[in-house]
């Protein structure tokens, strides 16, 4: 069955490595907070000024105070510091963080990524999403495969409007684990517990790459 919110946040924290900087985007990719393995060792970063968050705080711990970018509360752990959104762009722009988790609207087959706008829609504006594509070597990205109405959000083209070009790595979604190929295309690597590969092929509108079997997700 395809993952939940809590699955693709499980499998996305697989992908992390001790001594990493980390940024985790608004939505799917802050619950990965809660989900990293006991034996590393990483120091998560906000773009609103914050070093070293720690997981979702219990409600005795909530302090309206320390949020994240999202403005959702957090924790902060032994060691953590804040500081000003322009020194925060200044590590995100000087290429201090080893790995960016965001999530999408729209990725296509090349790698461009969609995530901050949907025309005629009123949005604040695009919050960091712009700065952390542009400077970030490694991007995953978090999201559904389809759409509320049934439609890819895997696209050989982007319709709605980019945040970034040829910028993502991978993407974990709630039926696959995708890289984006070289050529261009999706590389399927893995599927959701008990989904097919053919439900996959479905659920993607770009090119999709599969080579020998596809092993299933360990969650």
């Known amino acids: 069955m395809a993952l939940d919110k809590i699955g693709i946040a ?3 924290a697989q992908e992390i490595q001790t001594g990493w900087y980390i940024n985790l985007g608004i939505g799917i990719p802050t619950l990965v907070a809660n989900y990293l393995p006991q034996n590393i060792e990483v120091v ?7 070093l070293g968050i720690g997981p979702f705080p219990l409600e005795k711990e909530v302090d309206p ?11 902060m752990l032994q060691g953590s510091s804040l500081f000003d959104s322009a020194e925060s762009f200044g590590m995100i722009r000087g290429g ?10 729209e990725v296509s087959e090349t790698g461009d990524i969609a995530n901050w706008k949907i025309p005629g829609k009123m949005v604040k504006g695009m919050g960091g999403a ?8 490694n991007i995953i990205v978090a999201m559904q ?21 040829n910028c993502v790595k991978k993407i974990i979604t709630d039926l696959a684990v995708l890289e984006i190929a070289s050529e261009g295309g999706f590389r399927l690597l ?7 590969v053919e439900e996959i092929e479905q659920a993607t509108s770009g090119k999709l790459i599969i080579a020998n079997d596809i092993p299933e997700m360990i969650i």
């Open 130 to 137: 712009m700065d952390l594509v542009a400077s970030a070597d």
């Open 65 to 75: 105070d320390l949020i994240n970018a999202g403005k959702q509360t957090i924790t």
């Open 145 to 165: 495969h389809v759409s509320r109405s049934g439609n890819s959000k895997l696209l050989k083209q982007c319709s709605l409007p980019i945040t970034g070009l």
């Open 190 to 196: 893995e599927r959701a517990p008990g989904i097919s």
């Open 10 to 12: 499980k499998r996305i």
């Open 96 to 105: 201090h963080v080893d790995l960016t988790i965001l999530g999408a609207m």
């Open 44 to 50: 998560l970063q906000s773009e609103n000024g914050l």
